[in-house]
Each structure stands twice: as C-alpha cells, then as structure tokens.
C-alpha cells in the first residue's frame, strides 16, 4: 500500500517568516498530490494540488514543488500568519472513473508565533 | 451553500450500543466518503461511495455499515460500538468534473465507552 511520510512533525515559526512543509511518498503511479490544511476541532481543508505531470503549481501564498524522481514534494507557504497555524497533510492519490483515492500520512503541525 | 454537513457532532456510546452517524452534502458531487482519523494519525478510508447506488469497502471497513440513501446523502452504521471506534469521523464529497479533491465535513466525534 501507499506510504506517506513527513520529515518534520512539528515546525516552527515567526510570523512573517517563510516555510517549509515536506512530504516523501511511496506510490509512483499516484497521478496528483493534495495538501490540505485541518485546524484544531476542524476537517480538513483543500489548500492546493498538483498533478503528477507537473512539478510547480502555484497559488495565493503557496507554492507546491513536485520531485517525482526522489518522490518528494513540499508546499511553501509565504509570509506565515498566525492563522497559519494547523496541521497540514499531503495526499497522494489516484484518478478511479470518478471517484479518488487519497492516502493520508500523519501530518506536519505548524506552529506560527507572533 | 452548505457543502459537507455531518450529525451529531458529537456523541457519547456505551459498548455495545448502535448508532448512525449522517453525511449531507449540498454541491450535487457523485462520490462520498467516510474516514476516520486517530490521534496523531491521518485519515484512513472506512468506506465510499463512488456513485449514488454503489459502495465499497476501504482500508477499515470492519465493524461499520454504509448506506447511499441518494445523491446527497451517505450515512455510516456503527451496529455494535467497541472501543476501539473511539475517533473522529469526517465524511467527504468530491466530483466527477474535479475527481481528486475532495471536500470534508467538520467530523463526529466519537467516544464509545
């Protein structure tokens, strides 16, 4: 089966600083990767994707960058806020007539301090 | 527009007890989800929905029961609540058009005793 891991659990940073959430996946077939972002109490919520043809996507503050040679992918977040401040899961998964399949790994927590 | 509604929020079982945990979603998607997540794990896949009609199991798919009542509605049956389905649950939708994401409702919370 998928394995998804993260190499920090927990990160943390200054508010205004930049960072740095890393992911490491197992699956080569997975076709697109999805970070979402769950606050405390909270289900997840989509921040951006990236599909498995493309190694950059950006979006409002993030950046995904995609290594499909080292299975590796990172979401960059700029300017960090404190509303920043959740775990943070990155999703590989795979297109199914219709429907998807996502693997979850455990999660990397932000920490943003003012 | 709602998107993933999910009740009870929360709800306390005794061993032994059964319950129905509901999942509406209001964006006319065709597949749903239901997860469960652990502390200080991710989400594993209990059961979906690919289509309104058909269900399937997941990686966790033990001790639960699904039913797709339509297109909007994905319940989840807990027949006899153990321990160990203390979790929170999140059911999810995603669309045909846009198949990888998918949307999740703000969970149950589940504590069985």
């Known amino acids: 089966g998928e394995s998804v891991g993260l190499h920090l659990p927990t990160l943390s940073v200054q508010e205004g600083d930049n960072s740095i959430i890393n992911c490491a996946y197992s699956?080569?077939?997975?076709?697109?990767f999805i970070w979402y972002k769950q606050e405390s109490g909270k289900g997840p919520q989509f921040i951006i994707d990236?599909?498995?043809?493309?190694d950059k996507r950006q979006g409002q503050r993030v950046t995904v960058l995609l290594n499909k040679t080292v299975k590796h992918l990172s979401l960059q977040i700029a300017a960090t806020q404190p509303g920043d401040s959740a775990v943070y899961f990155c999703a590989p998964g795979q297109g199914n007539s219709g429907y998807s399949t996502l693997t979850f790994g455990k999660g990397t927590m932000l920490l943003v301090s003012p | 527009n709602a998107g993933v509604t999910q009740t009870p929020k929360f709800q306390v079982l005794k061993t032994g007890q059964s319950m129905t945990l509901q999942c509406a979603q209001d964006m006319n998607h065709n597949s749903m989800y239901w997860y469960r997540q652990d502390p200080g794990m991710g989400l594993r896949l209990i059961y979906y929905s690919a289509s309104e009609g058909t269900t399937d199991k997941g990686e966790v798919p033990n001790g639960y029961n699904v039913s797709r009542l339509n297109k909007r509605e994905f319940s989840l049956r807990l027949e006899s609540a153990a321990p160990s389905q203390t979790s929170v649950y999140f059911c999810a939708s995603s669309d045909r058009s846009r198949q990888e994401t998918q949307y999740f409702g703000p969970g149950t919370r589940l504590l069985v005793l």
């Open positions: 699956n080569s077939a997975s076709d697109y």
């Open positions: 990236i599909r498995s043809n493309m």
